[in-house]
């Protein structure tokens, strides 16, 4: 039995793991790089094995709490396949530690002796990668109860809802901690309308319904997370037959493709499975969920609601689940992770536990028995069935224990039995596990880049005051580079480079190679709907559903051409800025060139034009059966008919009608073709928005390099007073001395934020022993 030891740093994505004490080597397959745990860690029972040629292993983890999480699941997954593991947690600082260090060396930052380190910038950099947002976007088809589990989450009626498709604006929900919200609804095209303070359920519902508005932002309190962790931010998308806005569905794809690192709750009815309209959505997510390792699975969480609405001798609870896995299996997902719901009650209860006096006595009449219900029937305590990790699990038992009532009218269990409460803990995990790691790496990465150029800055002034014998030749080669900054012969090369700049070629070829694959996928799709030959009413009826499905398609590709553009534009700038950065060195302190602030623009799709013009094209004429009359032999009539018994009384003959047809083959060649015709339209759009933006991004750089150079030169006269205040180098001296050991201690301490501290203390200490 091997001895194994592995620490995970999230915060780094540094992963080192010893075998018998020693590291594992280069080539190894468990030398698993800077990927995140959840990438491999599934592989570890079948790495370990591969590396050992064992079966049983004593492994001690040194991480968070999180991640031992994964690590745990694993390991009990691996006794099933005949690998034993032995597990040992040695625990470390968490998240919630880290974040308040943070705090703390920011404050003497803005209070140290480093004047470039109180800057608004600084405050500003620092500012922005505390709030980075988190995404969640909310995918579900119609009547599956989206509005009102967002609702719920929100804990009041905000979003509308209705038995029919009613989202057919994009909302966006941000975090502020604000007890009202206030909306700003934005048009297609333009600056956004006047915002609405206090906004109500019946306002929501006029500006959802008004067809000049494509998005409504929403500011609020989002009850089950604190801004102060993260600016978590809803999504709540149209379903995919509801969209008013071609953008919608687009955004839809483009969250759920695997480029995206958004939380996804798809939300499914349990009382209807199976529509038409949420096939393509889900093959985006089985295509997503296929790369990128256990993240992908975990960011998206299978909400299936309304299980409350069974009734004795229907379906039971773990009869549904069992048909949603086979139902997302067939589709390409397997083992998802499913969260049985009761949103409405959930919505309800908390109304009534928010606001008790002044819930009408209908409500109360209604929610009651559906209480009694939740609480009394353990099959509906639909908690148990949901994929919750173990420390979740813990906090959803833990409250429950905490509830006063424990009778069958307790509004608390009742909640907690709907599911909500799990679902909140399983988002905030997340948030933790991924978005508040990346967010303190983000801090951690704006301090260092301003200390270490501060660092860089303090030690040319330093080792200039030194050599007082050199004081004239450095003087001259000071004011040769001022010269040349001053000229522009310095960056001249790279504004040329930012000249050259043209990805849209590129963008071109792989946008086609899309394209093909689209097609291909359109085809294959189509030919089950086309028929050899169609009445014309046939053939108008199939074009909707042709065109609903058209429309999936481009909606995907153009998600897909997006995600790609954001991609070259973004690479090729940071490559330049690299380089730029790499020949100004670090004396560039105060200047934070961040790249292209790449902001998602508008594309336009081309239409997907099939009318009734286009199918006239195809329609021609043909007399044929529709049906058959039966009538007397006329042989058989009179007093000779009677004696012709071996005739037949009766007779059949074909009734004929000229009807209009269309023929299948010419009708789905002719779709095909408009819809290659439309995709390269969209295409050509989209490269010449790309040109435009590129255009934007030289611009911006090029303003970005004249700041550069004018800190530079800034910067290069400080150092040119070391040169000859003879008569001031020792206090200048004395006073670089200091910021110097100030600045040493600080970019330490900085350092230190993101390693991993082992706890010490008995007291804290908790190791967790887990054998499998």
């Not at 592995?6 to 800077?34: H, Q």
């Not at 909606?555 to 700038?573: D, G, R």
């Not at 439309?678 to 030289?698: Q, T």
């Amino acid at each position: 039995m091997s001895k194994v030891k592995i620490t995970y740093n999230p915060f780094k994505l540094e992963t080192a793991i010893w075998i018998e004490g020693e590291l594992v080597r280069e080539n190894s397959v468990l030398n698993v790089g800077s990927k995140r745990l959840q990438e491999w860690v599934e592989n570890l029972p079948t790495y370990l094995y591969e590396e050992c040629n064992e079966n049983e292993f004593d492994l001690e983890f040194v991480g968070t709490k999180m991640d031992l999480e994964d690590v745990e699941e694993v390991v009990e997954k691996a006794q099933s396949e005949g690998i034993t593991i032995h597990l040992t947690h040695i625990p470390v600082r968490e998240l919630d530690h880290m974040e308040k260090r943070i705090e703390d060396i920011f404050q003497e930052l803005i209070e140290g002796p480093i004047d470039e380190l109180k800057t608004e910038d600084l405050k500003a950099s620092f500012q922005q990668a505390l709030n980075d947002e988190f995404e969640i976007t909310v995918v579900a088809t119609m009547s599956a109860g989206k509005s009102t589990l967002i609702n719920a989450l929100l804990q009041q009626k905000i979003m509308p809802s209705s038995q029919e498709a009613c989202t057919a604006t994009i909302s966006r929900i941000k975090d502020t901690d604000d007890t009202t919200f206030t909306a700003i609804p934005h048009p297609t095209y333009g600056e956004p309308f006047e915002a609405i303070e206090g906004v109500t359920l019946e306002q929501m519902n006029v500006l959802n319904n008004d067809e000049n508005i494509s998005m409504i932002e929403l500011h609020g309190d989002i009850p089950f997370t604190d801004t102060k962790e993260t600016s978590l931010v809803l999504i709540d998308t149209p379903g995919p037959n509801n969209s008013r806005d071609e953008n919608h569905l687009k955004m839809t794809y483009k969250n759920l493709s695997e480029s995206s690192k958004t939380l996804v709750l798809y939300i499914l009815n349990a009382t209807q499975l199976g529509v038409n309209d949420d096939s393509k959505l889900l093959d985006a997510v089985a295509e997503s969920m296929k790369v990128g390792g256990k993240q992908s699975k975990d960011r998206y969480l299978f909400v299936v609601n309304k299980l409350d609405q069974f009734r004795k001798g229907e379906d039971n609870v773990e009869m549904s689940l069992a048909k949603v896995r086979k139902y997302l299996a067939n589709r390409g997902i397997e083992d998802p992770h499913l969260f049985p719901a009761s949103a409405l009650p959930a919505l309800d209860i908390r109304q009534i536990l928010n606001h008790p006096d002044e819930v009408d006595e209908e409500l109360e009449d209604e929610i009651g028995p559906i209480i009694r219900k939740l609480n009394r029937n353990e099959e509906l305590h639909l908690e148990k069935y949901a994929s919750l990790t173990p420390s979740v699990r813990r906090k959803v038992e833990a409250e429950l224990e905490t509830v006063e009532d424990q009778t069958i009218y307790s509004l608390e269990s009742a909640l907690i039995h709907t599911g909500i409460p799990g679902i909140e803990h399983m988002i905030k995990l997340y948030v933790d596990k991924y978005a508040r790691t990346a967010k303190v790496k983000n801090v951690v990465d704006t301090f260092q880049q301003k200390l270490e150029s501060s660092l860089a800055f303090e030690k040319m002034k330093e080792t200039i005051a030194r050599q007082t014998g050199k004081h004239t030749v450095i003087k001259a080669q000071i004011d040769a580079l001022t010269e040349k900054i001053q000229y522009g012969k310095e960056s001249e090369v790279f504004k040329r480079q930012i000249e050259r700049l043209n990805p849209v070629p590129e963008i071109e070829r792989e946008a086609e190679q899309l394209l093909q694959k689209h097609n291909e996928a359109v085809s294959e799709t189509m030919a089950g709907l086309q028929q050899d030959r169609l009445e014309l009413e046939e053939a108008e009826a199939l074009s909707n559903d042709m065109f609903k499905l058209a429309e999936n398609f481009s909606a995907s590709l153009h998600a897909k051409l997006e995600v790609l553009i954001e991609k070259k534009l973004n690479k090729t700038a940071y490559q330049l800025l690299d380089e730029y950065r790499q020949r100004v060195t670090r004396l560039m302190d105060g200047i934070q060139i961040e790249g292209l602030d790449f902001e998602p623009y508008e594309l336009v799709q081309g239409e997907l034009v099939f009318n009734e013009q286009m199918i006239q094209q195809l329609v021609y004429e043909e007399t044929v059966k529709v049906g058959e009359e039966v009538y007397k032999n006329p042989e058989r009539e009179g007093f000779l008919g009677f004696f012709k018994f071996t005739k037949p009384k009766y007779l059949s003959r074909d009734l004929m009608e000229t009807k209009e047809f269309v023929d299948g083959s010419e009708f789905g060649e002719l779709f095909l073709a408009e819809i290659e015709i439309n995709i390269r339209k969209m295409i050509r759009n989209i490269c010449e928005d790309a040109s435009h933006v590129v255009e934007n991004m030289k611009q911006t750089y090029q303003g970005k390099f004249k700041e550069v150079d004018r800190v530079l030169l800034t910067k290069l006269e400080t150092l040119n007073r070391f040169t000859h205040e003879a008569a001031n180098i020792g206090d200048l001296l004395e006073q670089s001395q200091r910021k110097f050991e100030w600045l040493e201690e600080m970019e330490a301490k900085i350092n230190n934020i993101i390693e991993l501290e082992i706890i010490q203390s008995e007291e804290d200490k908790v190791i967790d022993h887990t054998t499998v």
